[in-house]
């Protein structure tokens, strides 16, 4: 009865063939593939009793938001800081090396220029494309290519190292533009589907396809220094140029911009920044021209049992504290640890960061931390971390 139901759909046929063919010899029992065409089934997949689709849902979530999709060639001067021939810059100002080594009088240091290529989004009918800050960092000159052939001129009108994220602006001439759907990366879990786009070495319009395979990833676990980030881990694969293109979802929102690949050890992963947090910077970049990150002024490990006790929750842990900083004015020491912050766990040092940064500067905290094995709760008002610097 079975075949009999498969035989009646050509084309279910031949995506089942397998099972058919192996229920034919005799090695795959009835219920065996009944169970198997029900789990087909509850994974949204199509009934043996439908025409399955020669489309697959990558097809339609790539056509909703690809065409947003642009390339950013830069351009930028180097001044080399050594010479040709090795010869460092500093010696070449001494008219007796010069002629030591064969140099004209008249010789100076050649300026070369760099090219590097990147992607990014459109995100706003205003010509706005999200990207990398490493991707313009530099540049004097910015060129935008659109999936449509278009190319036009487009400046950074906000950058900020610390997220890794800049805004472009594109030249308002050339409009309308393509925009992109951004979702919702809160929604997110590990196993969903994971659409990578991009214009790596120049070939436009890549795609590779994968899971989200980690969420919270921070950057001190990937061993990045200097920057505050809470990235969403993804098996798609993420080649060079395609930084700062988006990670979308199986419905083809943007759900994060990518950012970074692991090389070496643990190869074959690539991250992005959360569309949601993204989205917050991008907002600031435009309008201030600056992004906010408000801070507690201290450094953060995450907290061992020997700084927690079997029973007690994890934590991050307070390395170190900066003079005069919020955390010093409310009387958090190193050594505390910090369990909770507005009465929600913490787990580690990435979601400290990521509390205080959907908390904001100016209002009060209220902060749990365990101190010589007693809990205290203490409050402390982040500071913009531009005026902890101007101090």
Known sequence: MVLELLHRNSSALQRLRPFSALLVAGTIS???????????????????????????????????????????????????????????????????????????????????????????????????????????????????G???????????????????????????????????????????????????????????????????SGLSRSSSQLGVVGKRLDLIQ??????????????????????????LVRFGPGAGL???????????????LVSLGHAKHPMLGIGLSTASASNLGETAPLGALIQSVVAGGPASRAGLKVGDVLIALEGRDISGPAEVISTIDKHGAGQPLRATVLRDGQTLVVSVIPQEMRAMRSR
Do not use: Y
């Not at 196993?191 to 795609?207: C, Q, R």
């Not at 690539?270 to 600031?284: E, H, T, V, W």
């Open 146 to 212: 659109l999936s449509d052939g278009r190319r036009t001129g487009g400046r950074v009108i906000g950058r900020d190292s610390l997220t890794d994220l800049a805004v472009v602006q594109l030249d308002d001439s050339a409009g309308p533009w393509p925009i992109a759907v951004l979702g919702n990366s809160d929604r997110l879990r590990v196993g969903d589907w994971a659409i990578a786009v991009g214009n790596p070495f120049g070939l436009e319009s890549t795609v590779t396809l994968g899971i989200v």
């Open 30 to 144: 009835v219920s065996l593939l009944i169970d198997t065409l029900q789990s087909l089934r509850a994974q949204g997949l199509p009934s043996v009793s439908q025409n399955f689709s020669q489309r697959s849902f990558v097809a339609d979530a790539v056509a909703r938001s690809a065409p947003a999709v642009v390339t950013l060639e830069t351009q930028r001067t180097v001044h080399p800081a050594e010479l040709d021939r090795g010869i460092p810059r500093g010696m070449t100002a001494d008219p007796f090396f010069r002629q030591f080594f064969g140099f004209p009088r008249s010789f100076k240091p050649k300026q070369q220029v760099e090219l590097g290529q990147g992607s990014g989004i459109i995100f706003d009918s205003k010509g706005l494309i999200l990207t990398n800050a490493h991707v313009v960092e530099g540049s004097e000159r910015l060129t935008v």
């Open 270 to 284: 690539g991250f992005a920044i959360p569309i949601n947090r993204a989205r917050l910077i991008a907002q600031q």
């Open 234 to 259: 993804t098996d798609a694969a993420i080649n060079p140029g395609s930084s700062g293109g988006p990670l979308l979802n199986a419905s083809g929102e943007v759900v994060g911009i990518n950012t």
